[in-house]
């Protein structure tokens, strides 16, 4: 290791320019089907324009198409979106490349799949075709090679049938998790980073970088503001959303993964009890700054990727609260097993800060064998779908994160691929596309906590298998991680 010295549908960034405006303000404010609404009512959820997963999905197929060419823009990521400019001091590892993580990752997955722990390497034609989902590639014979794509799927052992398009989609999204905790939590071996530090792999490309933010009131009112929100939910069941009561976390913004267009996410919007909304609206709101910050941080560091992603319009069905990036997640007094983020995109990095009065918490990489001590103030980027991460244990405090990221799905229109499957759909419907209303599933209104609400359900049974069981425990009687379970 060395060290060294868009369309017609175009939403304006909420960067810097945000007017803090009420929930009043925002329900009662007339929507233009004509334009979208501008950036100081587009911060939260606008129950007359978003829409949920379920109003996404209730249109033709000639609305979505209508949706995919007129008001949904993407740009692809290109490895020049992991380089980084006015970094001091960067340490290059010439033996760590994208491509290693990525075939490490697809070598395991397979020898997993065959129980055969003497699968050596990947077969050179198969290499071709992984190296193809991270980098550009005009080679049409590799592209259309639909024989080898199922070959690829057949030696990963993928489900059958197996089609291209499976293959591919497994690549970018199914990386299989694995735990190495008990190895690593003790490991001695590994350097810590504490400073600022930009740590690069031989072509010049991110694998983690420390800094610092420019705003730490910013940092002191995103606290503040995660900590009341947390101790409000503990206090008031009847507001505990199920993402925040299973997994101690929540994904604000816009979502993709399960539905052909965005749509705004259950979280945000307060499917489960419109009675909650106001306090996510407060949080969404006292979040501005610190997301402000990070915008500021991407821009001046990773100028290619802030472009972008500012070029990204996702349509009227989200609220754009978070800059050039669609989503959030916040994880609330809890840390993560390790695990890759295989929703995200390869050339993608992904930007964490770590909030509260806490000790331990480290963010690990074991394949770079580096802990990250990640403080109050600081900002991690590191490449999430390359890269096995999870946090050493917390020795004292509480400790919150906010992780900004951009799933590959709002990258990569699958524009071809939907109008084929649906080629036989006769059905014209226009719809108004900013006009949300009788479109979205009815938000409830409890009157009482439900079981989802209460029910303490455990690591082992629940389906994200990044958290630990004591920490779940701990996390959801609002205890620290120094006092002692009962």
Known sequence: MQVQDTNSSSQ?????????????????????????????????????????????????????????????????LCAFCR???????????????????LIECLIRESRQSKNNNDIPEIPLEFYNLAKSITES??????????????KFGQWLELKKPIS?????????????????AAEIRNSKNFRYVTNSECIVDGCGKTLVHLDGLDDFNAVIEATKAINSYY?????????????????????????????????TTSDTASSHNIDHQNCVNDLLFALQPISNSVNRFVNKYYEHYYTKLSKLTIGPFVPRTFGIFPTIAINFNVISN???????????????VALGDFEGGELCFPQLQILVKLKPGQIVAFPSYLLLHGNLPIIRGIRFSIVYFVHANFL????????????????IKIQDLYNSQGHNPKRILLKKAQQFQIEEESS?????????????????RGLRHEDLLE
């Not at 409000?232 to 959303?241: A, E, F, G, Q, V």
């Open 12 to 76: 304006t960034i909420a960067f810097d320019l945000i007017e803090q405006q009420t929930q009043d303000d925002v329900s009662s404010s007339s929507v233009s089907s004509s334009s979208p609404v501008e950036v100081k009512t587009n911060i939260i959820f606008n129950p007359l324009q978003h829409r949920t997963q379920g109003g996404s999905r209730d249109l033709s197929t000639s609305d979505i198409v209508r949706y995919m060419k007129n008001e949904w823009s993407s740009v692809p």
């Open 83 to 101: 380089i980084s400019s006015n970094v001091t001091t960067i340490s290059i590892m010439k033996d760590i490349s994208v491509m290693d993580l």
């Open 137 to 150: 590639t005009n080679d049409q014979l590799m592209n259309n090679n639909n024989d080898m794509w199922i």
């Open 164 to 180: 291209k398009s499976d293959v591919h989609q497994h690549l970018k999204s199914q990386w299989k998790r694995l735990s190495h």
């Open 231 to 263: 101790f409000h939910m503990l206090d008031n069941p009847i507001h505990r959303s199920r993402s925040f009561w299973k997994n101690l976390a929540e994904r604000f913004g816009a979502f993709i993964s399960y539905g052909d267009l965005p749509y």
């Open 338 to 352: 390790y695990h890759w983020d295989s929703n995200d995109d390869p050339n993608g990095l992904c930007f964490l």
């Open 412 to 427: 990569s229109k699958k524009f071809e691929d939907f109008h084929k499957n649906n080629d036989n759909d006769t059905i």
């Open 460 to 476: 082992e049974n629940s389906t994200d298998k990044r958290r630990y069981k004591d920490d779940l425990i701990k996390g959801r």
